[in-house]
């Protein structure tokens, strides 16, 4: 039985979750291994350099779009390709995310969560809500 009284909360709960967690991967990608050190990591998995551009941008802003619940649902499924690149690059390495090079069952749940939310959508306290707004009937007199 599905609760309609709690699935907002639990989509905002998700919704900020994820996006705490893009924003943290996309400066990461800045502070940490720098613009120059992505793009050369990118190169190595075999994508265009520019792409690490698009990558840590689409990070850093789909996160913030999500923790601030603008268009929660479809950021969440523009994201979920960078999320399936993730997780084609670490399968390699295996399951478990503490092995060497971090294996695939993150990104994985990460896929499936950012998923979810396009499903659940926006959720409470959302700067949108995912539907249009209505003009009031107008006034017969």
């Known amino acids: 039985m599905i609760d309609r ?3 907002p909360y639990a989509a ?3 919704r900020i979750a994820l996006g705490v967690m893009f924003v943290a991967h996309g400066l990461l990608k800045v502070f940490v291994f720098t613009f120059p ?3 050369q990591f990118f190169e190595s998995q075999g994508f265009p350099g520019w792409s690490a551009y698009i990558v840590i941008w689409a990070e850093v ?3 913030i779009a999500l923790i601030i619940g603008y268009h929660a649902r479809w950021v969440a499924a523009a994201l979920v ?5 993730a997780t084609l690059v670490h399968w390699p390495n295996g399951w478990v995310f503490s092995a060497k090079g971090g294996g695939w069952e993150y990104p994985l749940f990460l896929t499936i969560a950012a998923t979810v939310q396009s499903l ?3 959720g409470a306290y959302a700067l949108t809500n995912g539907q249009r707004p209505r003009l009031p009937a ?3 007199a």
Do not use: F, K
Request: glycine content about 22%; proline content about 9%.
């Open 138 to 140: 107008p006034q017969r």
């Open 61 to 63: 802003l789909g996160g």
């Open 120 to 122: 659940l959508g926006d």
């Open 5 to 7: 009284n709690t699935v």
């Open 37 to 39: 050190g992505t793009v």
């Open 12 to 14: 905002l709960m998700l």
């Open 81 to 85: 390709p960078i999320l399936i690149g």
